[in-house]
């Protein structure tokens, strides 16, 4: 039985990857800014950077951790079914582990972001 706890949204939307998110896209918004110096085209490059962002770690989600794999038949309850010639599945345990892996990933690229615009406002003041 597949809940949809691994879905895009719901599965943002259920811990601390929603505050990574949303750092992120502070962070990416700030060095668009910087570097475009231009209000909505900042905008608009930073929007585009934070869903393809999004985009990416929910194809790359599934493979973040280890499946586990069984029968379809026999998969525990709300396991998360990873599409493949075998039956490959995420039980329900396997969510916080996911949830703060890519929480780290997307604050590491807030905070490579942000790396970056203080870089390029300390060339620009100095």
Do not use: N
Not at 2 to 18: H, I, K, N, S
Not at 19 to 48: H, K, M
Not at 67 to 85: C, D, I, K, M, N
């Amino acid at each position: 039985m597949y809940d949809e706890w691994g879905a895009g949204a719901a599965f943002v939307a259920r811990g601390p990857a929603l505050i990574g998110y949303a750092l992120c896209a502070l962070a990416l918004g700030a060095l668009t800014g910087l570097l475009v110096r231009r209000q909505l085209p900042a905008l608009g490059v930073s929007l585009a950077l934070a869903i393809v962002i999004g985009q990416l770690l929910e194809k790359l989600r599934p493979h973040l951790w280890p499946t586990l794999h069984g029968t379809g038949q026999g998969l525990p309850p709300h396991a998360w079914e990873v599409p493949g010639r075998h039956t490959a599945y995420h039980p329900a345990s396997h969510f916080w582990p996911i949830q703060l892996l890519e929480t780290g990933i997307v604050l590491a690229a807030a905070a490579l972001a942000t790396a970056a615009a203080f870089t390029v406002l300390r060339r620009r003041t100095a």
